[in-house]
Each structure stands twice: as structure tokens, then as C-alpha cells.
């Protein structure tokens, strides 16, 4: 089952913050975030095993709460190379091959 | 430094018609995907190889099909294609499985237009 994110789309200037949340209805071993440019690949941002790490990659930090089998990407201070379709994967198990993926959350910083 | 390798970029199809998409990693990799895009659907596995020699369906399974022909090479194939096939379609591989940890890395896609 996909999880789901929110929100759909969000539109930021440069300098300001922007938070992407993603909730699943089951238990959760692993959230990864990617980033995806229009007409490419998917790009890897992080990953979050269970246990409630945060990490933290350039201004973009994640953090996972497993109690709540959520996790939350947060955008500091935007950059113009911040825009994209940002999506979250999804892993019930530590021994589960594949990841389901959520819907997408559009951003778009504007200078 | 190829990464994944999926071919071809751009396809057309006739509605019936069969295709291959092809895909390599260069990584040794033991874990490959296929997955789809559509449109605010986000990606949809539609089959997964934890190994060389194993193959198991995702979420979208239906009317693909797919071959792990080693460990670098995992092919998806469209028997009778159908204008619900039209899709971004990505290749991906993770070293030893995505849950636990490992990057899954993706080919730069695959355009199929079924008409």
C-alpha cells in the first residue's frame, strides 16, 4: 500500500522553509527520499531506518517517527535547485526487497 | 560510470504489439526493480528480483512480465501491449535490498507511447 503525502504542492522564494510530511498505515522499517527533476531520474536524497534517527543532507533534513510510521523532509532556506517532484519510499520490514512509493510532492522555488 | 543502463529511451507501440525493455547495472547489484510513472500515481512496482534466479510481482503486475537474465541484466517485457501501458518506466537496482538501507539507484527511464 502506498503512503501517503502532503502536501501535493507547495510554492517557495528562495530563503524560505517548507516541511513534506509521509504517513503510512502500517509499521514502517525504512523511509528513503529521492528528488526528481522533470524528465529524469530519480535522485536520492536519505534514508531513515528505524530507531527516529534525523539526517541531514546540505539544508535538507529528514526525520522518522516509527510510533506514528511517519517521516517528515524539511527544506531550509530554499534554493532555486530545490525545485522538484520529491518522494518518499516506503519499507514495512528489514527484509523486504521493494519499496512502495508515495504520490509526490511538487516544489517550486521561485527567486 | 554507467549506473543503470535501460533502453530504449523513446518506443511507440501499436496497440497488440510486444516490446522488451532492457536494463543493466554495471554495480553488482543483487537487487533490481521495474517500476512505472504515471501522473500524480508516483512510482508503481511492477516486478522486483531480490537475486539472480528469483522474480516476484509488485503492485502492478499485470500484462508485463520479466526476465533476471544474470545479475547484471533484468528485462521487462510487454506481450500485448495496451494504450493503459503508456508510462514512464524505470529500472533501479540496490546492492542487497532496499529496506535494509541501500540506495536504490535508477536508470534515466523509458518513454512508451501505446496508440
Known amino acids: 500500500q502506498q503512503p501517503v503525502q502532503s502536501p501535493q504542492a507547495v510554492i517557495l522564494r528562495e530563503g524560505e522553509d517548507a516541511v513534506i510530511n509521509c504517513s503510512s498505515s502500517?509499521?514502517?522499517?525504512?523511509v528513503h527520499w529521492y528528488r526528481q527533476k522533470h524528465g529524469e531520474a530519480p535522485v536520492f536524497l536519505m534514508i531513515?531506518?528505524?530507531?527516529?534517527e534525523q539526517k541531514g543532507h546540505e539544508k535538507i533534513s529528514a526525520s522518522f517517527n516509527e510510533k506514528k510510521q511517519q517521516s517528515s523532509l524539511y527544506l531550509t532556506a530554499s534554493q532555486l535547485s530545490y525545485s522538484g517532484t520529491y518522494f518518499c519510499?516506503?519499507?514495512?520490514?528489514?527484509?523486504?526487497?521493494?519499496?512502495?512509493f508515495g504520490a509526490g510532492t511538487t516544489v517550486t522555488v521561485r527567486a | 560510470n554507467a549506473g543503470v543502463t535501460q533502453t530504449p529511451k523513446f518506443q511507440v507501440l501499436k496497440t497488440g504489439q510486444s516490446m522488451t525493455l532492457q536494463c543493466a547495472q554495471d554495480?553488482?547489484?543483487?537487487?533490481m526493480y521495474w517500476y512505472r510513472q504515471d501522473p500524480g500515481m508516483g512510482l508503481r512496482l511492477i516486478y522486483y528480483?531480490?537475486?539472480?534466479?528469483?522474480?516476484d510481482k509488485g503492485e502492478v503486475p499485470n500484462g508485463y512480465n520479466v526476465s533476471r537474465l544474470n545479475k547484471r541484466e533484468f528485462s521487462l517485457r510487454l506481450e500485448s501491449a495496451a494504450p493503459s501501458q503508456t508510462s514512464v518506466y524505470f529500472c533501479?537496482?540496490?546492492?542487497?535490498?532496499?529496506?535494509?538501507?541501500?540506495?536504490?539507484?535508477f536508470g534515466e527511464g523509458s518513454w512508451l507511447t501505446v496508440v
Open positions: 533501479a537496482s540496490t546492492g542487497v535490498g532496499a529496506s535494509s538501507g541501500n540506495t536504490i539507484y
Open positions: 502500517k509499521a514502517l522499517y525504512s
Open positions: 531513515l531506518l528505524k530507531g527516529g
Open positions: 519510499g516506503t519499507a514495512p520490514r528489514s527484509n523486504d526487497y521493494k519499496l512502495s
Open positions: 554495480m553488482n547489484h543483487n537487487s
Open positions: 528480483s531480490a537475486s539472480e534466479g528469483t522474480t
